[in-house]
């Protein structure tokens, strides 16, 4: 059974940093992609960042672009998102999920992604 969790999440200052973890376990496929998305209170999910085992080259949203960074620790089979200078509009629920074919131009895509992880509350106070 495949399985996410995240953790990390948290109350913050505007500017102020966070790291995400996405511990994945019972996946051994060699294609996939891993991505992060955030859900805030009335607004649809959005990709924020995704990497891929075919592709070396991670993607951002244009929002986070220059402040996030996504990496991963095969050892730890874990993901990371490390979120630098953060805003108030970042607060958001933050998921992360694999996705086990991955198509570039979709990243974003949440309907890509086949196992999700449960959510980690990210409050950025002004």
């Known amino acids: 059974e495949v399985q996410l969790q995240a953790s990390g999440g948290g109350l913050v200052q505007t500017g102020g940093f966070l790291r995400l973890s996405c511990a994945v376990s019972?996946?051994?496929?060699?294609?996939?992609?891993i991505g992060w998305f955030r859900q805030a209170p009335g607004k649809e999910r959005e990709g924020v960042s995704c990497?891929?085992?075919?592709?070396?080259?991670?993607y951002y949203a244009d929002s986070v672009k220059g402040r996030f960074t996504i990496s991963g620790d095969n050892a730890k089979q874990t993901v990371y998102l490390q979120m630098n200078s953060l805003k108030p509009e970042d607060t958001a629920v933050y998921y992360c999920?694999?996705?086990?074919?991955?198509?570039?131009?979709?990243?974003?895509?949440?309907?890509?992604?086949?196992?999700w992880g449960q959510g980690t509350l990210v409050t950025v106070s002004s």
């Open positions: 999920a694999i996705a086990t074919t991955f198509a570039r131009g979709s990243w974003t895509a949440a309907g890509m992604y086949d196992y």
């Open positions: 019972g996946f051994t496929l060699d294609d996939f992609a």
């Open positions: 990497i891929s085992s075919s592709d070396p080259s991670p």
